[in-house]
T-cell receptor
Framework: AQSVAQPEDQVNVAEGNPLTVKCTYS??????LFWYVQYPNRGLQFLLK??????LVKGSYGFEAEFNKSQTSFHLKKPSALVSDSALYFC?????????????????FGTGTRLTVIP | GAVVSQHPSWVICKSGTSVKIECRSL??????MFWYRQFPKQSLMLMAT?????????EQGVEKDKFLINHASLTLSTLTVTSAHPEDSSFYIC????????????FGSGTRLTVV
């Protein structure tokens, strides 16, 4: 079974300060990990993903995330927050399929974390 | 990049009527489309997975006769909410896998359905 946990419903940070949005996951095998951002009444926009390789992944709008296998975490970070970063952030996971696996393999989403950047 | 166009972006309908939501892949072929439902302040819940040319696979608890999914071509998938009721009011989002983008997923902009 696959699952994602975002322990914080809400994160507040002052503009210019670093931000972290936490995510932990659970899969039986190796994970594909994703971060998406959602603005009000909009679909999800892709930020970054970890498939393989370097544990530190850099994505859109200055965001980055670090894959930590031992802690099963994939926290989203940004060195300096902007007011325009205020939005709803979703972490998602998909188990890496084995060669014999069939099926669509949809993403499993966390419950989301609302980030508010205070001017 | 790969784009999924979802229409309408919002719709208000009377209770008992049906509403169709379309998702089109504009510059790639979407063999698989996922349909999600999102309640206020909650995460996306997968409703069903549609594969081009075959019947959709519904998640447990989702009424297949109420939420009709058609994926007749590689660029179009539709979700029809039949005999809509106020409790069907929600935000519906489609998503497609984009294999050419190293297993990426692209999302439609969502449809806000309000049943009055």
């Amino acid at each position: 079974a696959q699952s994602v946990a975002q322990p914080e419903d809400q994160v507040n940070v002052a503009e210019g300060n670093p931000l972290t949005v936490k995510c932990t996951y659970s899969v039986s095998g190796n994970p594909y990990l994703f971060w998406y951002v959602q603005y009000p009444n909009r679909g999800l926009q892709f930020l970054l993903k970890y498939i393989t390789g370097d544990n530190l992944v850099k994505g859109s709008y200055g965001f980055e995330a670090e894959f930590n296998k031992s802690q099963t975490s994939f926290h989203l970070k940004k060195p300096s927050a902007l007011v325009s970063d205020s939005a709803l952030y979703f972490c998602a996971v998909r188990e890496v399929p084995n060669p014999t696996q069939t099926g669509a393999n949809n993403l499993f989403f966390g419950t989301g974390t609302r980030l508010t950047v205070i001017p | 990049g790969a784009v999924v166009s979802q229409h309408p972006s919002w719709v208000i309908c009377k209770s008992g009527t049906s509403v169709k939501i379309e998702c089109r892949s504009l510059d790639f072929q979407a063999t698989t489309m996922f349909w999600y439902r999102q309640f206020p302040k909650q995460s996306l819940m997968l409703m069903a997975t549609s594969n081009e040319g075959s019947k959709a696979t519904y998640e447990q608890g989702v009424e297949k006769d109420k939420f009709l999914i058609n994926h007749a071509s590689l660029t179009l998938s539709t979700l029809t909410v039949t005999s809509a009721h106020p409790e069907d009011s929600s935000f519906y989002i489609c998503s497609a896998r984009v294999r050419a983008q190293d297993d990426g997923y692209t999302f439609g902009s969502g449809t806000r359905l309000t049943v009055v």
